[in-house]
């Protein structure tokens, strides 16, 4: 049997963490057995499912290339196909109208549950005559679950587990207005695009064997389930927004680079070996499903932007930057009013652990600044400085060919003239250069700013040094 997978999402806000992983491991054990990969919306909640969410969902997928062989398919375009089905259950008696009012329901839940009883419904109309059959009233469709035997699957990730029947209830497979709920409707999605393997959270794992009775039920072989446990924070709580982005396109926005985040969800309940760094290539001849963590995972903020710096300094410029250009748009930076940038991400790279500080490191080469930083300029912007920035423009001004070269030689010549040290020179030229302490070697700093943007800069400098002066 071919292997068919699929990610079903409900479009009712981004696509988060939690669910990309999933989505991950559903695409790579597809990729890694030749299968199919199906992008499924469950947007059968119309109230709270949106457009947006719909893309949010798409964008995210997108951005971490995990391209799907069909869909994306909606729920809601098929209604006539679950009606049909529900049809059929119930003209085969395995299905039937409930007439239960929600007064009704309210009463028993909470006589259950002072009688500390897991909520069941009682099946109260499940056994109605057909004079007591009034479909003209309200009603909804529940499935007619067995009685007696229990129900047992092998989990991929879990192993085997048992659930007896008398545990679960008739649930609800068309509510009052007709529309299917989700046990169902996931059941008849996943029997007609023949999916073989669902990887879920584990919090669906009470939902598995109410769904493989439904598949009894209509003569369909279920898929193979593997339940992924939840990602922690670092702290061993459930993921959340306090525990930093929990969605997947705010990683974007973050700084990060789609195959950092990838790799570093993979690894996220999945290992090959000590081997923390994966191709795309890799995961997919590696990955196995079964080789899926059974304890839960904690997200490490710290690690994944460790992982992130491996591949800012690994990755080559062309591939970085298509996603590098989307943070240069973002803060309006046009790389035509500067050096070449891909002479300065080899240098920069090396320190830069998201696309954000890689392009806060790059931006006084493309950009003016309205002031120095204020570190910075207290300790190298002294009046001390001003003779050495004073005879350094001159020189500066006086090079025809701005390269590296000349640019040093006149470092050197105007702290020979001084009879200071270098970093008498260099440091006040490089905070009046690029507004900061940090850079790299002068020269190529300078080379990079440009001759009249360096010295409009010095100006500056010497001016700020003025009314410091002014100041006292």
């Given at each position: 049997?071919?292997?068919k997978?699929?990610?079903?999402?409900?479009?009712?806000g981004?696509?988060h963490?939690g669910?990309?992983?999933?989505?991950?491991?559903?695409?790579?054990?597809?990729r890694?057995?030749n299968?199919?990969?199906?992008?499924?919306?469950?947007?059968?909640?119309i109230?709270?499912?949106?457009?947006?969410?719909?893309?949010?969902i798409?964008?995210?997928?997108?951005?971490?290339e995990l391209?799907?062989?069909?869909g994306?398919?909606?729920q809601?375009?098929r209604?006539s196909?679950?009606?049909e089905v529900?049809?059929?259950l119930?003209a085969e008696?395995k299905?039937y109208?409930?007439?239960?009012?929600?007064?009704?329901?309210d009463?028993?839940?909470?006589e259950?549950?002072?009688?500390?009883?897991?909520?069941?419904?009682d099946?109260?109309?499940?056994h109605?005559?057909?004079?007591?059959?009034?479909?003209?009233?309200?009603h909804?469709i529940r499935?007619?679950?067995?009685?007696?035997g229990v129900v047992t699957?092998?989990?991929?990730v879990?192993?085997?587990i048992?659930?007896a029947?008398?545990?679960?209830?008739d649930?609800?497979?068309?509510?009052?207005?007709?529309?299917p709920?989700?046990n169902?409707?996931?059941?008849?999605?996943?029997?007609?695009?023949?999916i073989?393997?669902?990887?879920r959270?584990?919090?669906?794992i009470n939902?598995?064997p109410?769904?493989?009775?439904i598949?009894?039920a209509?003569?369909?072989?279920?898929?193979?389930?593997?339940?992924v446990?939840?990602i922690?924070?670092?702290?061993?709580k459930?993921?959340?927004k306090r525990?930093?982005a929990?969605s997947?396109?705010q990683?974007r926005?973050?700084?990060y680079l789609?195959q950092?985040?990838r790799?570093?969800?993979?690894?996220?309940?999945?290992?090959?070996?000590?081997q923390?760094?994966?191709s795309?290539?890799?995961m997919?001849s590696l990955?196995?499903?079964?080789?899926i963590?059974k304890?839960?995972?904690?997200f490490?903020t710290?690690k994944l932007?460790?992982?992130?710096?491996?591949y800012?300094?690994?990755?080559p410029?062309?591939e970085?930057?298509p996603h590098?250009q989307?943070?240069?748009?973002?803060?309006?930076?046009?790389l035509?009013?500067?050096p070449a940038?891909?002479r300065?991400i080899?240098e920069?790279a090396?320190r830069?652990q998201?696309l954000?500080?890689?392009v806060?490191a790059?931006t006084?080469?493309y950009q003016?600044?309205?002031?120095?930083e204020?570190k910075?300029?207290?300790?190298?912007?002294r009046?001390v400085?001003?003779?050495a920035l004073?005879?350094?423009r001159s020189k500066?001004?006086?090079?025809?060919n701005?390269?590296?070269?000349?640019i040093?030689s006149?470092v050197?010549e105007t702290?020979?003239?001084?009879d200071?040290?270098?970093?008498?020179?260099g440091?006040p030229?490089?905070v009046?250069?690029?507004?900061g302490?940090?850079?790299?070697a002068i020269?190529?700093t300078l080379?990079w700013?440009?001759?009249?943007?360096a010295l409009a800069?010095i100006?500056?400098?010497l001016?700020?040094?003025a009314n410091?002066?002014a100041?006292g």
């Amino acid at each position: 049997m071919s292997v068919k997978t699929r990610f079903a999402p409900s479009p009712t806000g981004d696509l988060h963490i939690g669910g990309a992983r999933t989505a991950l491991y559903s695409w790579l054990h597809a990729r890694a057995n030749n299968g199919e990969f199906v992008l499924r919306i469950e947007d059968t909640d119309i109230e709270r499912s949106t457009p947006e969410a719909v893309q949010a969902i798409m964008d995210g997928m997108q951005w971490l290339e995990l391209d799907w062989d069909e869909g994306p398919i909606f729920q809601t375009h098929r209604f006539s196909r679950y009606k049909e089905v529900i049809e059929q259950l119930l003209a085969e008696g395995k299905a039937y109208p409930c007439f239960c009012s929600s007064e009704r329901l309210d009463t028993m839940r909470e006589e259950q549950k002072a009688n500390k009883v897991k909520w069941r419904y009682d099946g109260k109309c499940r056994h109605l005559k057909p004079s007591e059959v009034d479909l003209s009233q309200d009603h909804v469709i529940r499935f007619k679950n067995p009685e007696e035997g229990v129900v047992t699957f092998k989990d991929v990730v879990k192993g085997e587990i048992t659930i007896a029947n008398k545990e679960l209830d008739d649930l609800i497979i068309a509510r009052t207005d007709g529309a299917p709920t989700y046990n169902f409707t996931v059941v008849v999605d996943d029997m007609d695009m023949s999916i073989t393997q669902v990887v879920r959270g584990d919090d669906h794992i009470n939902n598995t064997p109410r769904q493989i009775n439904i598949f009894k039920a209509l003569g369909a072989a279920a898929p193979e389930y593997g339940h992924v446990p939840m990602i922690l924070g670092d702290d061993g709580k459930k993921l959340s927004k306090r525990h930093g982005a929990v969605s997947v396109m705010q990683y974007r926005d973050d700084g990060y680079l789609p195959q950092a985040v990838r790799n570093y969800l993979v690894r996220l309940g999945w290992s090959h070996g000590d081997q923390e760094i994966f191709s795309m290539q890799e995961m997919k001849s590696l990955f196995n499903i079964n080789d899926i963590n059974k304890a839960p995972s904690a997200f490490n903020t710290d690690k994944l932007k460790w992982l992130n710096q491996q591949y800012i300094k690994s990755t080559p410029v062309d591939e970085l930057m298509p996603h590098l250009q989307w943070h240069l748009d973002q803060q309006g930076i046009d790389l035509a009013n500067g050096p070449a940038i891909d002479r300065l991400i080899p240098e920069f790279a090396e320190r830069a652990q998201t696309l954000k500080e890689l392009v806060a490191a790059v931006t006084t080469y493309y950009q003016d600044f309205d002031e120095f930083e204020a570190k910075a300029a207290k300790k190298h912007l002294r009046p001390v400085a001003r003779p050495a920035l004073e005879l350094i423009r001159s020189k500066l001004e006086l090079i025809q060919n701005w390269q590296p070269q000349a640019i040093q030689s006149s470092v050197d010549e105007t702290a020979k003239e001084l009879d200071v040290g270098m970093g008498k020179v260099g440091m006040p030229l490089r905070v009046a250069a690029t507004g900061g302490g940090m850079s790299p070697a002068i020269d190529i700093t300078l080379e990079w700013v440009g001759k009249e943007r360096a010295l409009a800069r010095i100006d500056m400098a010497l001016a700020f040094i003025a009314n410091r002066e002014a100041q006292g």
